[in-house]
């Protein structure tokens, strides 16, 4: 978020901003809200804290989708206009680029890859969430407290998304430096 306004690209840093923060609040209320359907529907308990370990998991992956799916038009949007545009272009080249994307294909200009998207996002979430969730049970349990204090939630958050990023995304094979690769 911060390079992007470093760039001078004031529209892309904005364009960021928004879609981190809707992001974040449409998957922590869809996992709240998962968490409670669950609760009652599935795993058929009356409080949410009695929630089964795969309930939460599945709830933070439906969290991930939700927001993926909210945010996903909005992330094409910005990422053609950092890749196309450059930066120190304004909102003009924005709104330009919006109307170049709707007119080339309409409102699936901006969803193409969602497929593929949501099924890379869900693990992450799931992981990331259930993992959270759990460093958190276990702290305030350990601790004799009702919520974590601040530094406790940010180290919780740090790593439970990075177990997430971890655990999901592939890690690229070895490389041998200088040597030639033969065919």
Partial sequence: MQ?????????????????????SAIKFVSYEQSKRFLAKYWDCVSDVSELSSSSRFFAGGVGGITSQF???GLETLKTRVQSEIGPAQGM?????????MWQSG????????????LVGVFPYSAIDMGTYETLRRYY???MK???PGVMATLSFGALSGSIGAASVYRMSPPFSFGNKVES
């Fill in 145 to 147: 407290v009702d919520e």
């Fill in 70 to 72: 909210a945010i996903y």
């Fill in 3 to 23: 390079f992007a306004f470093e760039l001078g690209s004031p529209a892309a840093f904005l364009i960021e901003c928004v879609t981190d923060l809707q992001e």
């Fill in 106 to 117: 309409g409102i699936r200009a901006y969803y193409r890859g969602l497929t593929l998207g």
């Fill in 140 to 142: 305030c349990k350990s």
């Fill in 92 to 100: 003009k080249a924005v709104k330009a680029m919006a109307k170049t």
